[in-house]
């Protein structure tokens, strides 16, 4: 699975829009690109995936580049519950390489929502 | 549903005691996960399974048992207790449908060995 880069920390007011990058520079085409968030204290939650179109759920937009080599998690309202630890995770399915064996979370990006 | 339950929440341990975190899902879900987590790092794999009577190691399985007798349940096993093994442990589950990482956790059982 390729690796991901995301930065330790960041900072958001309320009510604006969160954005959080992602870099992943050396995904294979196969590869989907999934976010997951961890409120503190609770177990990691599922936000969205994609592999090259963007994508929007009820939760979020993720926004990947055409190259794919990185990707955005848009958090259009960001309110004080969002605040929580991000991970960006790179994955071929099961059914392409990826194996039964799971994800791999990184330590994420430290999201913070500020009053 | 009530989706990924684990029990208990909270839970300290001698050294050399043994016990089973308990997790079940109501989801019909085939894959089941065991992740631990130590404090501001990431979820490491400890054990995994594809369905019922079929398990695997993960990344971390030293110090741990499984076992799947029923799609719902997944307990681990914990064996001679030792101060390593406090951390949090969050168990998960997902359909197998369409390949894709959609897993659902539980709320995570926090374990102290002392």
């Known amino acids: 699975d390729a690796k991901t880069t995301q930065p330790t920390s960041m900072d958001c007011a309320e009510g604006r829009a969160a954005n959080l990058p992602c870099n992943h520079s050396?995904?294979?085409?196969?590869?989907?690109v999934y976010w997951y968030r961890q409120i503190h204290s609770q177990g990691p939650q599922y936000i969205i995936h994609?592999?090259?179109n963007n994508e929007t759920n009820e939760m979020a937009s993720l926004i990947i580049t055409e190259d794919r080599k990185s990707s955005t998690l848009i958090l259009p309202h960001a309110t004080l519950r969002d605040t929580a630890v991000y991970y960006c995770i790179v994955r071929f399915t099961m059914y392409s390489g990826g194996g039964a064996d799971g994800l791999t979370f990184g330590k994420g990006t430290h999201l913070i929502i500020q009053p | 549903n009530a989706g990924v339950t684990q029990t208990p929440k909270f839970r300290i341990l001698k050294i050399g005691q043994s016990m089973t975190l308990q997790c079940a899902q109501d989801m019909n879900h085939n894959y089941m996960y065991w992740y631990r987590q130590d404090p501001g790092m990431g979820l490491k794999l400890i054990y995994y399974s594809v369905g019922a009577g079929i398990t695997d190691k993960g990344e971390v399985p030293n110090g741990y048992n499984v076992s799947r007798s029923t799609t719902e349940d997944f307990p681990l096993r914990l064996e001679l207790a030792a101060p390593s093994q406090t951390s949090v442990y969050f168990c998960?589950?997902?359909?197998?449908?369409?390949?894709?990482?959609?897993?659902?956790f539980g709320s995570g059982t926090q374990l102290s060995v002392l």
């Open positions: 998960a589950s997902r359909t197998g449908q369409g390949g894709l990482e959609k897993l659902f």
């Open positions: 994609g592999l090259k």
């Open positions: 050396t995904i294979s085409g196969n590869e989907y």
